[in-house]
């Protein structure tokens, strides 16, 4: 089912709205008990994209002109994740159907709207590539496994970031109009989670293995600036700039917990207590107030879908179901 919803205003692009009474839609999934289904949230009420027939997901949302766009996967009747997106006009399938791809962002630029993800070859190896109002565009070839994961226009340039498979570990960087700039050198895994361009200045959030040791950073220009200290495992997956603050939202173990956090100029603000396992996935921001969407756990250890404002968690999942937020569009 997709619904037609009222007429909206426009997000700015690098993720941040002038006011602070906001539309909110939050994308992921709901588990019926059997089956995970696509779903996203506006102001708490459901909208279940996939019937149940076959497992999906939600893993990002965006509106325009009033309309919900929304991508992610649905399984194919042989068990395949098949990259697809919603509107209100239907569901497009963008994968070949056959091997594993993935449509992980999805953001309007203008009239266009792009989606970066990644899909499957023969061999085993995965294609980083982008779609521009759902046709493709491949950024690499079969050789190195790579994903591409966010998107960002300015002007005239396109940038993506993500992955590539050097040889030994995955080194992070992004692709502006096709072409590569490395964030690492390659010694160590690493990934590019998120980009933001402002004026002339490039930003990616991600993470670099550092000791077997996750941590969290983000570069502005290709310069590093480490989020978390290497004492335990930490992702950085979203950021935002604002007046010349970078807002970074992940996740950082506690030793035995994950505590959903966000970064405000590189101090860091806790989302969770650190009793359950929490996770911080996208953050959007509205005036002074920061939003976040992720995923949280009950008492019992059931994982809920969930988004913050500012320090307050609401639940937007069904009680007793299994939930995941994995994004957010604020309007």
Known sequence: MIATLLSCKKENSNGNLPGSSVTIYVAGVQNNGNKNIATYWKNGAATYLTDGSHDASLLDIAVKGGKVYACGWEHSQAGVAVAKYWN?????????????????????????FFIAGYEAVPSGNYIAKYWTNGS???LTTAVNTAYAT???????DIYISGSINTGTHNTALYWKNGTQALLTNGNNSALANSIVVVGPDVYVCGYEEVNGISVAKYWKNNIAVNLSDGTHNATADALVVKNNTVYVCGTESNGTKAVAKY???GTAVNLSDGSTNAYAMDMKIAGDDVYIAGNAETSNGNPIAVYWKNLEMTTVSSPGKYGYAYALYLD
């Open 88 to 112: 209100d006009a239907g569901v497009w399938q963008i994968g070949n159907g056959t091997t594993l791809s993935n449509a992980g962002k999805i953001k309007f630029f203008g009239n266009d």
């Open 136 to 138: 493709a565009n491949n």
């Open 150 to 156: 966010d998107v960002f226009v300015s002007g005239n």
């Open 263 to 265: 970064w405000k100029n």
